[in-house]
């Protein structure tokens, strides 16, 4: 019993914690380097492998330093090979460039980019942004994040310890811009101007050709799932797709990223045109409580027969391909 | 069992935990590669895999689980009642609330510090607690232990409605960060975490030893506390605050990880008598219960990991109904 005096117990839990923060400091001066270029590649057995992070010897551009959408600053290495940019899967194929890894549900990644990423190790989100350990394997040379989000709480310093990380306050708000902003970053922007150029084209050309079904109407796109629905406001998703090709908005979802509603709000739901997209069957069972009422049979849309059933993730993602591929299912829909 | 032992065999269990925890994860690392990076034969991505990113997140694991542990010991002995824990009396709760006001307002990352969040933590944690001692402070009896815990329960419940509220007014990606969070997610944790959880123990832990005979008569009723010297309101606020300087920390690093501070603590009990010895017990058993928790949530899905607050959910919620089936028999 003596063994467990007081006063010496004291002193062996204290020296126990004061010896973590001594591991802690002698492990620490590595950490210290923050926002530092990736770890040089050794001349030891990993050496075998692709350089962590190229030399830009033979490379047409310098490495060079930029500020990132969040205030960090970034060594952009001249030639980059390998990148991981979650979540801006679509601008990177826009870009002609396979990831080291995509973006994936925990189920699924985005469908509609798998002709081209398929094979593309996956790396599920679903628990939020995974432990850097998922990706220090794949050694990637640049790690875009598309939101501020992504790199909280410990995500930022981590991952800049593996590549170079750049973060932007929110990619998705402008598919644009964030594509030249990516483009640059990768030495691609010849390749950026001729897609957005592309783009443009294809607005233009599919404005021309709904012209006289959007005068003057209202159309809404709306997202299911499991336990509620949104209606998607035009800052992203098909909802800024609509907008663009010169729909006016529901006022429910005016200045709103979005806006879930319940079915007492339906009467309220004013547009000429509905897109619903059921997220892959899991909004179904829901969808079906509300096409029962009789307040969604009395929506001007549905006695119109203008409600249009979308299929598929581009409707629910943003990006070049996937605005793209949202304007060839409108004009599907209204001018079969 | 003999006392000395029983502490050898929780360390061994303990360094089992830890040697599981630091031959897993994502990255590959065989234990020959684990070996060789110890010892600085390692290439710089082995290193960096073991010294930046896996022992600062088994070291924080079980800080985590430490401090929980203690809080929920300080909160069932100052409330006598077994069920009590930071969770069950809204300290989590209010913790996690300023933390997430925190994490969106923060929209730099290179904002605030990691090392400050734990700040962020307290002021929900001590606004708790000051509407716990001012709604279960009686004039004449000071505070009253059941009125303790239905004032925080009601506290907690509360908190978690206006948390919801707050969900709706989320972007996704905003909604998504915090929902992971508060599932208790330390795979993200680097050694900034570790220094912010730290120093809290460091000061806590020993002023707890030498105030061990307090908490033991705290188990009596007042009357019997105050007639061997012990006053046992002023003790009460005090461990109320500590067990507050315990919580908020491991919830500003870590989310909200339960019911360690509830299970870790009858455990112990059953283990050992007297708080000197339910100290030291409750760091140990606390802190490998969260690294293992956390190793297993590493492997156990392919491609993903389980945040370690499911995985002590999922250990922790049966072994404490059978220790309630077992102490009612």
């Known amino acids: 019993m003596k063994w467990f005096n007081a006063k010496k117990l004291s002193y062996v839990v204290m020296a126990g914690l004061l010896s973590i923060v001594l591991a802690a400091c002698g492990s620490n001066k590595d950490a210290d380097s923050g926002t530092t270029p990736a770890p040089s590649p050794t001349s030891e057995s990993g050496a075998a492998e692709e350089p962590a992070v190229s030399e830009p010897s033979s490379a047409p551009r310098e490495a060079f330093v930029v500020t990132d959408q969040v205030g960090n600053t970034v060594n952009i290495p001249g030639t980059v090979q390998k990148v991981y940019a979650p979540g801006l899967e679509d601008y990177l194929v826009t870009l002609g460039v396979t990831p080291v890894a995509q973006w994936s549900t925990g189920e699924k990644p985005q469908q509609y980019l798998q002709d081209t990423l398929g094979g593309v190790k996956e790396i599920s989100f679903a628990n939020g942004v995974p432990s850097p350990e998922s990706v220090v394997d794949l050694e990637p040379e640049l790690i875009i994040f598309p939101t501020s989000f992504y790199a909280q709480n410990g995500v930022h310093e981590n991952y800049s310890q593996i590549a170079p990380t750049y973060v932007f306050k929110n990619a998705l708000g402008n598919v644009v811009e964030a594509t030249e902003t990516i483009a640059e970053l990768l030495g691609l922007e010849d390749k950026a101007a001729e897609a957005i150029a592309a783009y443009h084209a294809k607005l233009e050309e599919t404005k021309a050709k709904l012209a006289g079904i959007s005068a003057d109407k209202k159309a809404i796109y709306i997202n299911a799932n499991a336990r509620a629905i949104f209606l998607v406001g035009n800052f992203h998703y098909g909802g800024y797709v609509l907008s663009e090709l010169g729909f006016a908005q529901s006022a429910l979802v005016e200045g709103e990223m979005s806006a879930d509603i319940s079915l007492e709000m339906l009467s309220d739901l004013d547009a000429d045109y509905i897109f619903i997209n059921n997220n892959d069957g899991l909004g179904d069972p829901f969808l079906a409580d509300i096409k029962a009422s009789p307040l969604w049979t009395a929506l001007p849309a549905v006695q119109a027969g203008q409600v249009f059933d979308v299929k598929g993730d581009h409707w629910r993602s943003s990006g070049l391909i996937a605005y793209q591929k949202t304007m060839a299912d409108i004009v599907a829909f209204l001018q079969p | ?329």
């Open chain 2, 1 to 329: 069992m003999k006392l000395t032992w029983k502490f050898i065999i929780i360390s061994i269990i303990i360094l089992l935990g830890f040697i599981y925890s630091i031959s897993t994860g994502q990255s590959s690392l065989s234990l020959p590669e684990l070996w060789q990076t110890i010892w600085g034969n390692g290439t710089s991505r082995q290193e960096l895999v073991l010294f930046q990113f896996r022992i600062p997140r088994m070291i924080l694991a079980f800080l985590v689980g430490g401090a929980l542990a203690l809080a929920g010991m300080l909160l069932q002995a100052i409330s006598r009642n077994a069920l009590a824990d930071p969770g069950i009396l809204g300290i989590n709760a209010g913790a996690g609330l300023s933390m997430m006001l925190f994490l969106l307002l923060q929209h730099s990352t290179t904002g605030l510090h990691t090392t400050v969040q734990p700040f962020y933590a307290l002021i929900g944690g001590f606004i708790v607690v000051a509407l716990l001692f001012l709604l279960s402070y009686d004039r004449h009896h000071g505070i009253i232990p059941i009125r303790l815990i239905y004032t925080g329960v009601a506290i907690a419940a509360a908190i978690s409605a206006f948390m919801i509220v707050l969900t709706y007014v989320l972007e996704p990606s905003q909604y998504q960060m915090i929902k992971v969070w508060l599932a208790g997610n330390i795979g993200n944790s680097n050694w900034n975490h570790v220094y912010a959880m730290l120093p809290w123990l460091i000061i806590i832990v020993p002023l707890l030893l030498h105030h061990h005979r307090i908490l033991d008569v705290m188990k009596f009723n007042d009357p019997v506390a105050i007639s061997v010297g012990v006053p046992v309101n002023k003790y009460r606020i005090w461990f109320l605050v500590c067990s507050v300087l315990l919580a908020a920390p491991a919830v500003a690093v870590s989310g909200s990880i339960g019911f360690v501070g509830l299970v870790v603590p009858h455990l112990v009990r059953r283990l050992f008598r007297g708080h000197i010895r339910m100290i030291p017990a409750c760091l140990l058993i606390g802190g490998g219960l969260v690294v293992i928790a956390d190793a297993i949530g590493k492997m156990a899905v392919a491609n993903t990991e389980i945040p370690a607050g499911v995985i002590v959910a999922l250990i922790g919620a049966p072994y404490f109904l059978y220790l309630l089936v077992k102490s009612d028999r």
